[in-house]
């Protein structure tokens, strides 16, 4: 079973995501992925050159991530360039991937990817999981994460889509904020996978 992760920037999905792959779920980590195809001499990198300016290129044609980021994330208009350029580069490696872990024998298989509803990789997912924190815990946690001023960090999380989006694509939501203990958190999406994987068995 294919489940895809997701959460708004600071959400804490990464977290999440840490936490499965302890209880035996097989991660497919989307932000390596990313960083994996904008390595130097990527032809990906012509692309956000183009789109982004070629000083995002060091001297030694290594991507500047903090100056793509700045940029990237300054408007959603300029979040979708930068996801129209990556995603398909990234969608071929999730799907090799799959592949990999069904082959492997994998009854979990996890697609963590920040920007997993706007690409087509949620498409090779059965079901959505979003990690959902407030907004002010969520800034925080940003502004601490990227050493960002509150300003800078707000627009990063402007840039993104409302949290309605993501929460009417969810199957299943988990909550990672002061109120909630994040390992029964964990604890829910088990019993989700479980009872879902018991309703495919039954199927056969």
């Known amino acids: 079973m294919v489940i895809g992760l997701t959460g708004k920037t600071g959400s804490g999905k990464t977290t999440v995501s840490s936490l499965l792959k302890e209880k035996g779920f097989y991660i497919i980590d989307g932000d390596k992925i990313a960083r994996e195809i904008t390595l130097a001499g990527s032809p990906v990198l012509i692309k956000l050159q183009n789109a982004f300016g070629e000083d995002i290129l060091g001297e030694d044609g290594t991507l500047n991530r903090k100056l793509l980021s700045f940029r990237a994330f300054s408007s959603r208009e300029n979040t979708e360039k930068l996801n129209n350029i990556t995603h398909p580069a990234i969608r071929k490696i999730i799907a090799a991937e799959i592949s990999k872990a069904q082959i492997a024998g994998y009854d979990g298989i996890i697609v963590d990817a920040a920007a ?58 988990l909550t990672n904020d002061a109120h909630h203990h994040l390992q029964d958190e964990i604890e829910k999406f088990i019993k989700f996978f479980a009872d879902r994987k018991d309703t495919r068995c039954e199927k056969k």
């Open 116 to 173: 997993l509803l706007d690409s087509d990789c949620k498409d090779d997912c059965e079901y959505i999981a979003v990690v959902h924190a407030p907004e002010d815990i969520r800034l925080t946690r940003i502004m601490a994460r990227d050493n960002l001023d509150r300003t800078t960090a707000k627009i990063r999380m402007n840039a993104q889509k409302s949290d309605d989006f993501y929460l009417s694509h969810a199957d299943i939501i």
